[in-house]
């Protein structure tokens, strides 16, 4: 979780049933006056392999 100004970003990995995968999640919020006023997401299913030496977490 990082915050700068009113902007609030989350990366987390989110499993719903034991043992799979799971998925990427990024949130991001902009707030005002203690309140959320907007909010953005990205879901992606968590690969199998990657493609690269980056993966997701």
């Known amino acids: 979780m ?3 100004g009113d902007l609030v ?5 989110t499993v ?5 995968r799971g998925q ?4 991001l919020f902009r707030v005002r006056g203690g309140r959320i006023v907007e909010h953005w997401d990205a879901v ?4 199998e392999h ?4 980056n993966t997701m977490f």
Do not use: L, R, T
């Not at 970003?9 to 990995?13: D, E, I, K």
């Not at 990427?24 to 949130?27: N, Q, R, T």
């Not at 992606?44 to 690969?47: A, S």
């Not at 990657?50 to 030496?53: G, I, K, L, Q």
């Open 2 to 4: 990082i915050a700068e």
């Open 9 to 13: 970003a989350v990366h987390s990995h």
């Open 16 to 20: 719903n049933v034991p043992g799979e």
């Open 24 to 27: 990427a999640v990024v949130d």
């Open 44 to 47: 992606q299913d968590v690969p």
């Open 50 to 53: 990657s493609a690269n030496d």
